[in-house]
């Protein structure tokens, strides 16, 4: 079994200072669009910046789990605190799906009301800040979404809060040149649709993890058959495969040897080259083998794969 020591390095570590950078963005120009929103009577502008302030919120809680993922597994938390960062995507994605919902219903509340007069030279200023700043935050987050489920969770938020920005601006446009108020509420509503499938593709990524899924793009036949094909193994079961959290894949078997495996030599031989053979072709660092002995394997067999 490897297991890694000392502190964890994990993928939404790395990305940690760009996730304080996008956090102080997001911060200021939530505050833009908060008085902006009042300023110009802008619900668009106002969902906006809801959105915003959940953008934040999903930063700060990305960045404090990236730093409780990285202290050491010490007593009963023998992974340490990695599960943090799903924790926290979990709650980012809850959080947006609730926003979509809220923002949908403001929205078509007022579309059906008599709309109130906007200010659509102020509504298209403050939309040009929030794109340009929420342009500024994907940067930022790009490499990292990719690798981390928890920046993932965040990324997404900016992603929605761009497009949120694009729609306020277009709204902008439309009242400007038609006089046509109700484009302010069809914006909005325009925002929560475009909320709630990123919030849904990310709560179903954390389920995955939560639930033990084997990780995305791993076959668990090709695992067990690239495991069978070193020598001396028989057969391979009860084999699992998980992720702890972004990064890091862990997997657990049960191997039946020849007879002449179990030979101290032999043992290591066959350990050492299923451990490299589960790095080499799954980037698994971290795994479980339990060396069996081919006649204990009958019971086995008939209670697993």
Request: proline share 3%; hydrophobic share 55%.
């Amino acid at each position: 079994m490897s297991a890694p020591g000392g502190h964890h390095h994990t993928a939404g570590a790395v990305h940690r200072p760009r996730l304080v950078a996008a956090l102080a963005v997001t911060a200021t120009v939530m505050v833009v669009e908060v008085v902006g929103g009042v300023l110009s009577g802008s619900l668009a502008l106002l969902a906006d910046a809801g959105h915003m302030l959940s953008d934040a919120a999903a930063l700060a809680l990305a960045l404090g789990a990236t730093w409780l993922a990285a202290r050491p597994s010490r007593g009963h938390w023998t992974f340490g605190w990695q599960r943090a960062e799903i924790l926290a995507a979990l709650v980012n994605g809850v959080v947006l799906a609730v926003i979509g919902v809220l923002v949908l219903i403001e929205g078509i509340q007022r579309l059906g009301a008599d709309p109130d007069d906007v200010s659509a030279p102020l509504m298209m200023a403050v939309a040009a800040v929030g794109l340009v700043a929420n342009l500024v935050c994907l940067r930022l987050l790009h490499a990292g979404q990719r690798e981390s489920l928890n920046v993932r969770g965040a990324y997404l938020e900016v992603l929605g809060d761009l497009l949120g920005s694009v729609a306020v601006l277009v709204a902008g446009v439309v009242i400007a040149l038609t006089g046509w108020q109700r484009a302010d509420a069809v914006a909005s509503i325009a925002i929560g649709v475009l909320i709630l499938p990123r919030a849904g593709s990310l709560l179903r990524d954390v389920g995955r993890v939560l639930l033990e899924a084997a990780p995305e793009g791993m076959a668990l036949a090709s695992v067990r058959e690239h495991m069978a094909q070193v020598p001396g193994v028989v057969a391979v079961h009860d084999l699992h495969a998980w992720t702890i959290t972004s990064g890091v894949p862990v997997v657990s078997a049960h191997v039946v040897v020849e007879d002449d495996v179990l030979e101290r030599t032999r043992f290591c031989e066959v350990l050492d080259a299923l451990q490299d053979c589960l790095r080499g072709h799954f980037d698994v660092t971290h795994s479980t083998v339990q060396l069996e002995p081919v006649g204990h394997a009958g019971a086995e067999y008939r209670l697993h794969e």
